[in-house]
């Protein structure tokens, strides 16, 4: 007569399962993989600057190019909440009250506002001259912004390129 197959062909005790020692070996190894992760899945502040840091990125290298394309200076003007790009009325002379369109979501400014908890620190305000230069007060010099929170970031814009990292 054959065996059925609910059967153990082994002696029983290895056809028992999981011991005690095994299961709470699972549970702490668990417990302390939950314990490391969800303190970063539930603290946002980290990705935020990242993604804002990416975004004012982005509105620099635009506004490098509209300046170089145009053949008009391009204003960034930051705040700690936020920046604008703005471009000259005029073109060669006069205040940059003109708003920068967004190309993206064409809405009629190109502007930024940071997420609650993240600051952006650094001048004023400067400018991408037509040869694609960043000048604060007609000096062409670098410009170092700073996205703050709890991660903070350097967002660094090279003078004699406009190159922005």
Do not use: K, W
Request: charged share 10%.
């Amino acid at each position: 007569m054959r065996a059925s197959p609910s059967q153990c062909a082994v002696p029983r005790r290895a056809c028992a399962g999981f011991t005690v020692i095994e299961l709470v070996a699972v549970i702490v190894v668990l417990g302390i993989v939950s314990a490391i992760a969800l303190p970063r899945l539930t603290d946002r502040s980290a990705f935020q600057a990242r993604g804002f840091e990416d975004e004012v990125l982005a509105a620099l290298r635009h506004a490098r190019a509209l300046a170089v394309a145009s053949g008009c200076e391009v204003q960034v003007s930051i705040a700690g909440d936020g920046y604008a790009l703005n471009q000259q009325t005029g073109c060669d002379a006069g205040g940059f009250a003109l708003a920068v369109p967004d190309p993206a979501t064409q809405a009629p400014t190109y502007a930024g506002a940071a997420p609650v908890g993240i600051t952006l620190n650094g001048p004023t305000s400067f400018v991408f001259t037509t040869l694609g230069e960043a000048a604060i007060g007609g000096a062409v010099t670098d410009v170092v912004l700073n996205v703050g929170g709890n991660a903070n970031r350097t967002i660094t814009v090279f003078g004699q390129t406009g190159f922005a990292q």
